[in-house]
């Protein structure tokens, strides 16, 4: 296994190359809709652990790729995530004031604005990913790929089953299902593209997809345990919100101490998955002990 | 020049096919996020002209080509249009009750279910236009062309313009790159993918564009004068609302007939640009006309 101090100068270094990436590839603020491209940068720079990124980069970098199309699939992949984001905090969605440590892009700006940086970032997203690879083939299946892993048999069927579905008919299997499909389906396509856009075979594909999806699902039971016991200036944004507004999560259905285990058990298996890879594969082992330790 | 039957039937035709390619490939309301599938159906079956999509199937078939591509190509482009109007109805931005003759998305579902069919349709527009071709080339040239279009400096840049440029800050230069941005630059994709799709040369793809760029704006001209003198049943939203708001539009600036003078010139421009093709742009041809002769 990595060492920990390693892990973290590896996320830090993709963080780092991924924020002038985004620099690159976001609109610059010019002509009479500078606004928007704004508000694009002011959601999506200088925020945020990148996990999804360095998900991408870190499985094309285990295939021994790391080509400027890696990087802007990163960054579409991190696109996509941060207009949803932008969207989840509207007023008319899950009405939060602050994202990342700083005030949410309709509270900066206004909701229409907000809206349409959402959208602009989301057409973005699929621009960047139709440029990342210079096999035609390969980006336009990543171009598809990342169509079903964000629309609604997606995230964006995460996130409405999560607004509309009552809590009280929530069981352990439908928030399974949400989470999967809400923060899952996006982690799952980062492995996913970074593996494919390597050049990957199917078997290994599959591989870092079955170790993605353990993954995310163990980084979503934290994010449930977090929002009990973490620390609000460390997390980022308001915690607690979910047992004030008496959501059921993972903690309130299983209990602290038992999500807890299937957490470890996910991470565990997560890590399986990826033996056959030996050493190679050590930085994304880490990244389970990471999302598992994270204090925010 | 077809005569207006047969241009009338085409168009007709064209709507109705694109109905049923709609149904197809439109996720089915199932699940537990059967919600926004519902929501999505609702805003895009069964209504509206199919302008779009009907200039890009023209355009293919004036170069050769109608097959299954095409059609999804023109279901991605009525898919990205149609995710412009259920966002831009919102109450955040033109806050509309009424489109296509029914109450907005976000009148029969709500605000929040809105924004996610939205989005959902914007993501699902690229899986399709993924989809446009077997020449992956041509296809992923289209899926960036597509988000070029809807991006920052097209259609999501002219909304911008629209909703943040004072009205007295409006003349005639800056509603003309409003429009052209808005309106303009998903019309002119249509032609442009419709005869890239079709294997067009660069020259053919140049004069095709050329009238829609055109023909898009004297479309936009066309829209003003329907505010001022249009009848709301015919039209499928509200009238006179420009001038209740004191905004500004070709008509306010120009004046009603220097408006209709301006549309027409731009008309027979357009159609001078498919002179090369002769006959065979008669349909292309008589649409400038159907634009410019429509009650709503």
Known sequence: MSSPVTFKDSLAKTAQHLETVLDDVLPKPIGHQAVVAEAMRYAAM?????????????????????????????????????YSLVHDDLPCMDDDDMRR?????????????????????????????????EDSARALSMVKALAVAG???????????????????????????????????????????GAVLAGASGDDVARVRRYARDMGLAFQIKDDILDVE????????????????????????LGLEPAREMAAELGERAKSHLAPFGKDADILCATVDFVLNRTH
Chains 1, 2 share one sequence.
């Open 46 to 82: 200088g925020g945020g652990k990148r996990l999804r990124p360095f998900l991408l980069v870190q499985t094309a970098q285990l295939f021994g790729a790391d080509d400027a199309g890696i990087w802007r699939a990163a960054a579409a992949l991190e696109c996509l995530h941060v």
């Open 101 to 133: 440590g700083k005030p949410t892009v309709h509270k900066t700006y206004d909701e229409a604005i907000a809206t349409l940086a959402g959208d602009a970032l989301l057409t973005l997203s699929f621009e960047l990913m139709a440029s990342s690879s």
């Open 151 to 193: 629309g609604v048999n997606g995230m964006i069927g995460g996130q409405v089953i999560d607004i509309t579905v009552s809590e009280d008919a929530r069981d352990e299997a439908l928030i399974t299902e949400l989470q999967n499909l809400k923060t899952g389906a996006l982690i799952e396509f980062g492995c996913h593209a």
């Open 230 to 253: 973490g620390d609000a200036d460390l997390v980022g944004k308001a915690v607690g919100k979910d047992a004030d507004l008496g959501k059921a999560t993972f903690v309130s259905i």
